[in-house]
């Protein structure tokens, strides 16, 4: 099976620009969550998104949204980036979210925000 | 809320040492616990995984338990390589819809 895939692999903006990633979760896989990381704060909980519906939320501003597809892709979008914005976006699929299901990430889309 | 704390890094060791990263946690109910590593410019790969208390995870010669009396699920490896290099998170999965918590995560540089 193909495994979690996202473009771009890299991104530069300036401030005020708007963005959007994307994540293809593995084949069957209904269940995506977006994290970012960064070195200040480690890896930070985004959203979930299951079966097109978002089901869970991190203590993110409102500027950073989401939403999923039918056949599961799921993007993300950043508005009015700031300089603190830059990071690496990293999502991951499941075949669902119960707690004892492994989460297989993506290799991220590295965002600079100049 | 749940929580994650891992040992501080880096971690520095001569190939075929013995490594252990400690990591404990703090969560409600019964969380999974999981060890992802990420090489230099790409994501996370899970290492090992348990779900339940006294449960051990292993994957490449690493080995971690399930301790719930002490919170704990200490990263372990008898004879690390120099391709062990590389962080090292701890998380846990609760009863928040697909939300992993993270530790901080640990460097490790192995030296041959």
Known sequence: KAG?????????????????????????????????????????????Y???????????????????????RSEMNVS?????DSALYLCASSPDSFSTDTQYFGPGTRLTVL | GNSVTQMEGPVTLSEEAFLTINCTYTATGYPSLFWYVQYPGEGLQLLLKATKADDKGSNKG??????????????????????DSAVYFCALSGTSYGKLTFGQGTILTVHP
Do not use: M
């Open chain 1, 50 to 72: 299951f079966s097109e519906t978002q089901r869970n939320k991190g203590n993110f501003p409102g500027r950073f949204s989401g939403r999923q597809f039918s056949n599961s």
């Open chain 1, 4 to 48: 979690v895939t996202q473009t771009p692999r890299y991104l530069i903006k300036t401030r005020g620009q708007q963005v959007t990633l994307s994540c293809s979760p593995i084949s069957g896989h209904r269940s995506v969550s977006w994290y970012q990381q960064t070195p200040g704060q480690g890896l930070q909980f985004l959203f979930e």
């Open chain 1, 80 to 84: 009015t980036l700031e300089l603190g």
């Open chain 2, 62 to 83: 690493f080995e971690a338990t399930y301790r719930k009396e002490t919170t704990s699920f200490h990263l372990e490896k008898g004879s690390v390589q120099v391709s």
